[in-house]
């Protein structure tokens, strides 16, 4: 029988995020518990009792992840579309598929049917950070801070809402699925053209 290898503290932490994701994808919030990720990762309960202290701590942890790569990956894509290297389409879709296939809508929503509304925080925060790098130019330039922040709210809101009624609302409106995506594609190319106009 070969012995575990042991993880840093930190390692341990990354390994137990890697697995919680992997389940929230996979099966769905609900299936985001300590057991489950202890079982998957190899590790014991009470070891991720001492890293998360509870399963809501596991998964406001998780919300922060989530949050954190998705802002990564989308302020990623926002540079390049300005430098002409992506299209504002590719944010879009990032935005929608952290929503979506990546499950971060079903956990808000899990967490906030849970009372679990704290672990929101993380979302909330990291985006918001995520806005002021990404406006700081524009609000300079163009005094532009209320109309990025409301864009980012609208963006936001609309890949949340698809994540969890998006395909459905869409077919009994006799609309295509991507209706909600290609909308907030029409919003955001319309804030760049205004920018464009003004510099």
């Known amino acids: 029988m070969t ?15 890697s697995a919680a994701r992997e389940l929230l994808i996979e099966a769905g919030p609900q299936a ?8 998957r990762i190899g590790r014991t309960h009470a070891n991720l009792l001492h890293h998360f202290g509870s399963a809501a701590g596991l ?40 929503f979506d296939k990546e499950g971060a809508g079903a956990l808000t929503s899990w967490m906030m049917l849970t009372g679990n509304e704290d672990a929101l925080g993380p979302i909330v925060e990291t985006i918001h950070e995520l806005v002021h790098e990404i406006a700081p130019e524009e609000e300079a330039e163009h005094g532009a801070v209320m109309r990025v922040h409301e864009e980012t709210l609208a963006l936001v809101l609309m890949a949340m809402g698809d994540a969890l009624i998006g395909s459905a609302l869409a ?5 295509p699925e991507t209706a909600a995506r290609d909308r907030a594609l029409r919003m955001l190319e319309t804030s760049i053209e205004l920018v464009s106009q003004k510099s």
């Open 171 to 175: 077919r009994s409106l006799g609309l």
């Open 32 to 39: 985001v518990t300590l057991k489950a990720v202890s079982g």
């Open 59 to 98: 998964q406001k942890e998780l919300a922060k992840h989530l949050a954190e790569t998705v802002c990564i990956t989308i302020k990623d894509a926002v540079h390049a579309s300005r430098a002409g290297l992506g299209t504002p389409r590719e944010v879009v879709d990032l935005a929608f598929d952290a």
């Open 3 to 17: 012995s575990r290898k042991r993880l840093s503290p930190e390692e341990s932490r990354k390994s137990a995020l």
